[in-house]
């Protein structure tokens, strides 16, 4: 019954680190989706793989990449790691079936701090 | 592009009171319309959908109604709990299956 597995819970990195955050889902679930989330911000989209073997980007991408690793695996990395990526990121999945509606799970979400 | 706007927090209320919510759209076609709850250190989860105009979604004693003519679809509780003290996200579904998210309102309930 675990859903969405997002590791590590909690980072602290300083300035040009690198990281790799890791998410995998265990519903068989054909998209795979990472956002960021800001205080007093609502979710904003960083990259999305619709399918296995495809990925797009989001509505802020700069600074980040990602790769679709298995149809389980979907994972973000930071290269050069900045103060404005100071946020919390959540990965989140879904199933496509003709038109929805289509619901979101989503992960418990990574803690990253950048000093 | 699809947008979701929903009203600004915090949303202070005391136990027992009437919630509710706003959330209204812009979208073309017909758009599925979700809440997402997210309690304090967690994720997002679905709190309920609906799919057509005047579809009611319903769960944990909230309940919302998607109003094509109004484009909205507004949460509400009739008594709340502390246990409900949250942010609230309204998203839409239009095409292919990219949500877009409201920005959020969060809501206290003082015992």
């Known amino acids: 019954n675990a859903g969405v597995t997002q590791t590590p819970k909690f980072q602290v990195l300083k300035t040009g680190q690198s990281m790799t955050l890791q998410c995998a889902q265990d519903?068989?679930?054909?998209?795979m989706y990472w956002y960021r989330q800001d205080p007093g911000m609502g979710l904003r989209l960083i990259y999305y793989?619709?399918?296995?073997?495809?990925?797009d980007k989001g509505e802020v991408p700069n600074g980040y990449n990602v790769s679709r690793l298995n149809k389980r695996e979907f994972s973000l990395r930071l290269e050069s790691a900045a103060p404005s990526q100071t946020s919390v990121y959540f990965c989140?999945?879904?199933?496509?079936?003709?038109?929805?509606?289509?619901?979101?799970?989503f992960g418990s979400g990574t803690r990253l701090t950048v000093v | 592009g699809d947008s979701v706007t929903q009203m600004e927090g915090p949303v202070t209320l005391s136990e027992e009171a009437f919630l509710t919510i706003n959330c209204t759209y812009t979208?073309?076609?017909?758009?599925?319309l979700f809440w997402y709850v997210q309690y304090p250190g967690e994720g997002l989860q679905l709190l309920l959908k609906?799919?057509?105009?005047?579809d009611k979604g319903s769960n944990k004693g909230f309940e919302a109604t998607y109003r094509k003519e109004t484009t909205s679809f507004h949460l509400e509780k009739g008594s709340v709990q502390v246990s409900d003290s949250a942010v609230y996200f309204c998203?839409?579904?239009?095409?292919?299956?990219?949500?877009?998210f409201g920005g959020g309102t969060r809501l206290m309930v003082k015992p």
């Open positions: 979208a073309t076609g017909y758009p599925s």
């Open positions: 998203a839409l579904n239009n095409a292919g299956n990219m949500l877009t």
């Open positions: 609906a799919t057509k105009a005047d």
């Open positions: 989140a999945s879904s199933e496509v079936r003709g038109r929805g509606p289509y619901g979101y799970t």
């Open positions: 519903m068989n679930h054909n998209s």
């Open positions: 793989s619709a399918s296995e073997g495809t990925t």
